[in-house]
């Protein structure tokens, strides 16, 4: 047998040393070119509301050793599922959300991160499924199939009614303690039989109720500690029922009660004081100048100056607004009296409004002559529930230069007898102009509107929902839709002053998409506002040029208070 012989060398020791150190550098330059994992910095649990963009990206970088910043490549998703666009997101609903955060590295290793997102809902302040501030509530086992507007008419369609508390129509009212309130429903049945009327659940009435169209009246008298009351009237109509089945339809409800509760003859403020700093218990002045030039003051508090030291054109664009903060009700008769003297015998324009911009005006009369003692003013007026509101007056002088000066300002209230309102079950309503068409359907606080041709006008085709009030700041509401259409369609969204245009809390073009997406629009104009306001979505564009035969359908419409802070009242 061959054996391999074992050769063995002797290298001298600086050789080996050198040898040493070689194979050191070349392990230390493999350690050096290993790879490291991408960190992901600042993820954190996101607090947020309903229907609001949340930006998902926020304080949160992917960042690597190698690579540096890849935040722009980090990939993200939620759970359940919610769309990502640019890295917001917005959650249609209240919930717990999972959020989980990917990045990954050129060489291919990765981190991750799941954070909580928790997302509450809005206050609701009003839908369109609740017509005239009706809605349905059901109990036992009655099951809602129709519930709110339909087509026109407010549609009530229940299964599995056994007693009339099975299916209830309530409303809140404001009612006077001690006084009359009376409530007439115009409605339609398509069966007889005996309702139970109650307020905040406790029965006071039972009537019948008859098949075909009918109206139906009954009385309630509230009793309180508090000199007003808001309760809930229900009208119970699940006795109505044939075979378990209440098909029901109400038309409108007249609402007459007691005039505003103020004494017989009561001074609401026989002398005002006045300051500039909005102080309590005082008339707050503001100058308006515009073009002119002037001041509005006060020396001691007790009268109220308008300086015009240089005329404009027209008079309202020299002014002093006096915010009284009386608040003006419903069936009482109102006297507001002050002294007025002006250094020239100029005409002055004097204003007894609601509000300050978006105003109705009481009284508006032009007084001449009040040089030397000058005169005591008095004006009278009373309103109905559409124009309540805080009183304020405008002096105006400016196309003249003048020095007016107001004192001994008071108002003084007398009640009136019953007030009627008409409460008004409305529903979308569309309109078309200039040969063009579209039809409309409804139903469940929504609608449909189907478009033979798309206009290239804004107003040409145009759908408008039924009007609603606000009361306070816009910045206190956000309004929200889902919808989608059967071709990209631009539209423009905005919300004017019902019976006209201006003011106009918002004004937005959007594109609508074929895929069912949410819209969220925040009321920017910042208006003080207690009126009737309404949404109109038009749909005549340039962009939209050539379409033909689109549907529109447009859900879950909500107006909500924007967080659940304290609200402005400016």
Same mark, same amino acid.
């Given at each position: 047998?061959?054996?391999?012989?074992?050769?063995?060398?002797?290298?001298?020791?600086?050789?080996?040393?050198?040898?040493?150190?070689?194979?050191?550098?070349?392990?230390?330059?493999?350690?050096?070119?290993?790879?490291?994992?991408?960190?992901?910095?600042?993820?954190?649990?996101?607090?947020?509301?309903?229907?609001?963009?949340?930006?998902?990206?926020?304080?949160?970088?992917?960042?690597?050793?190698?690579?540096?910043?890849?935040?722009?490549?980090?990939?993200?998703?939620?759970?359940?599922?919610?769309?990502?666009?640019?890295?917001?997101?917005?959650?249609?609903?209240?919930?717990?959300?999972?959020?989980?955060?990917?990045?990954?590295?050129?060489?291919?290793?990765?981190? %991750?991160?799941?954070?909580?997102?928790?997302?509450?809902?809005?206050?609701?302040?009003?839908?369109?499924?609740?017509?005239?501030?009706?809605?349905?509530?059901?109990?036992?086992?009655?099951?809602?199939?129709?519930?709110?507007?339909?087509?026109?008419?407010?549609?009530?369609?229940?299964?599995?009614?056994?007693?009339?508390?099975?299916?209830?129509?309530?409303?809140?009212?404001?009612?006077?303690?001690?006084?009359?309130?009376?409530?007439?429903?115009?409605?339609?049945?398509?069966?007889?039989?005996?309702?139970?009327? %109650?307020?905040?659940?406790?029965?006071?009435?039972?009537?019948?109720?008859?098949?075909?169209?009918?109206?139906?009246?009954?009385?309630?008298?509230?009793?309180?500690?508090?000199?007003?009351?808001?309760?809930?009237?229900?009208?119970?109509? /699940?006795?109505?029922?044939?075979?378990?089945?209440?098909?029901?339809?109400?038309?409108?409800?007249?609402?007459?009660?007691?005039?505003?509760?103020?004494?017989?003859?009561?001074?609401? *403020?026989? *002398?005002?004081? !006045?300051?500039?700093?909005?102080?309590?218990?005082?008339?707050?002045?503001?100058?308006?100048?515009?073009?002119?030039?002037?001041?509005?003051?006060?020396?001691?508090?007790?009268?109220?100056?308008?300086?015009?030291?240089?005329? /404009?054109?027209?008079?309202?664009?020299?002014?002093?607004?006096?915010?009284?903060?009386?608040?003006?009700?419903? /069936?009482?008769?109102?006297?507001?009296? !002050?002294?007025?003297?002006?250094?020239?015998?100029?005409?002055?324009?004097?204003?007894?409004?609601?509000?300050?911009?978006?105003?109705?005006?009481?009284?508006?009369?032009?007084?001449?002559?009040?040089?030397?003692?000058?005169?005591?003013?008095?004006?009278?007026?009373?309103?109905?529930?559409?124009?309540?509101?805080?009183?304020?007056?405008?002096?105006?002088?400016?196309?003249?230069?003048?020095?007016?000066?107001?004192?001994?300002?008071?108002? %003084?209230?007398?009640?009136?007898?019953?007030? %009627?309102?008409?409460?008004?079950?409305?529903?979308?309503?569309?309109?078309?102009?200039?040969?063009?068409?579209?039809?409309?359907?409804?139903?469940?606080?929504?609608?449909?509107?189907?478009?033979?041709?798309?206009?290239?006008?804004?107003?040409? =085709?145009?759908?408008?929902?039924?009007?609603?009030?606000?009361?306070?700041? *816009?910045?206190?509401?956000?309004?929200?839709?889902?919808?989608?259409?059967?071709?990209?369609?631009?539209?423009?969204?905005?919300?004017?002053?019902?019976?006209?245009?201006?003011?106009?809390? !918002?004004?937005?073009?959007?594109?609508?998409? =074929?895929?069912?997406?949410?819209?969220?629009?925040?009321?920017?104009?910042?208006?003080? *506002? !207690?009126?009737?306001?309404?949404?109109?979505?038009?749909?005549?564009?340039?962009?939209?040029?050539?379409?033909?035969?689109?549907?529109?359908?447009?859900?879950?419409?909500?107006?909500?208070?924007?967080?659940?802070?304290?609200?402005?009242?400016?």
């Amino acid at each position: 047998m061959k054996r391999n012989k074992l050769k063995f060398v002797v290298m001298p020791f600086a050789a080996v040393a050198m040898m040493a150190a070689t194979l050191a550098g070349c392990a230390s330059d493999e350690a050096e070119t290993v790879n490291e994992a991408p960190e992901i910095d600042g993820a954190h649990e996101i607090e947020c509301l309903v229907n609001t963009r949340v930006d998902l990206l926020d304080g949160v970088a992917a960042l690597d050793a190698e690579d540096g910043d890849i935040t722009a490549d980090m990939k993200m998703s939620i759970r359940p599922s919610v769309g990502i666009q640019d890295g917001y997101a917005v959650f249609p609903e209240q919930g717990t959300y999972n959020l989980t955060y990917t990045a990954k590295d050129a060489q291919g290793l990765s981190a %991750t991160e799941t954070v909580i997102i928790n997302v509450t809902d809005r206050e609701l302040y009003h839908d369109f499924v609740s017509a005239g501030g009706f809605s349905c509530q059901t109990g036992g086992n009655a099951q809602l199939e129709i519930y709110g507007p339909r087509d026109g008419i407010y549609r009530v369609k229940a299964t599995g009614a056994e007693v009339a508390e099975d299916v209830q129509l309530v409303r809140e009212f404001d009612l006077v303690s001690g006084g009359v309130h009376t409530f007439t429903y115009h409605y339609y049945s398509y069966s007889a039989g005996r309702v139970t009327l %109650t307020a905040d659940g406790y029965p006071f009435a039972v009537a019948d109720i008859y098949k075909g169209e009918h109206y139906l009246t009954f009385e309630y008298v509230p009793y309180s500690e508090e000199a007003t009351v808001t309760s809930d009237i229900a009208m119970c109509i /699940g006795g109505a029922a044939q075979d378990g089945v209440v098909n029901f339809m109400l038309f409108s409800v007249d609402f007459t009660y007691p005039g505003s509760m103020v004494e017989e003859g009561e001074q609401l *403020s026989d *002398s005002f004081a !006045f300051s500039t700093e909005g102080d309590e218990n005082t008339a707050t002045l503001q100058g308006r100048f515009d073009g002119t030039e002037g001041t509005a003051v006060t020396e001691d508090g007790s009268s109220a100056t308008l300086n015009i030291t240089s005329a /404009g054109d027209a008079a309202w664009r020299g002014g002093m607004f006096i915010n009284t903060g009386v608040n003006i009700l419903t /069936g009482a008769t109102y006297t507001v009296s !002050f002294d007025l003297v002006t250094a020239n015998a100029s005409p002055v324009s004097i204003s007894v409004q609601n509000n300050k911009w978006n105003e109705y005006k009481y009284a508006d009369r032009t007084e001449e002559n009040l040089t030397g003692g000058g005169r005591r003013l008095s004006y009278e007026f009373s309103t109905d529930s559409s124009h309540e509101g805080v009183l304020w007056l405008y002096i105006q002088s400016g196309n003249y230069v003048n020095t007016v000066t107001l004192s001994d300002l008071s108002v %003084t209230a007398i009640p009136g007898g019953s007030v %009627t309102e008409n409460i008004l079950l409305e529903d979308f309503t569309h309109s078309e102009k200039n040969g063009y068409t579209g039809s409309l359907s409804t139903a469940d606080g929504g609608f449909t509107y189907m478009l033979d041709e798309v206009s290239s006008k804004d107003d040409d =085709q145009m759908v408008n929902s039924p009007r609603f009030k606000i009361s306070g700041s *816009s910045k206190n509401y956000v309004v929200s839709f889902v919808a989608k259409a059967s071709a990209p369609v631009e539209i423009i969204f905005a919300s004017p002053k019902y019976g006209g245009w201006d003011p106009t809390w !918002f004004w937005q073009r959007l594109t609508l998409s =074929q895929e069912e997406q949410l819209y969220t629009v925040e009321f920017y104009n910042d208006i003080n *506002s !207690f009126d009737y306001y309404y949404l109109t979505w038009q749909f005549g564009s340039a962009a939209n040029s050539g379409l033909t035969d689109v549907k529109i359908e447009i859900t879950d419409i909500k107006i909500s208070l924007k967080t659940g802070e304290e609200l402005e009242n400016n």
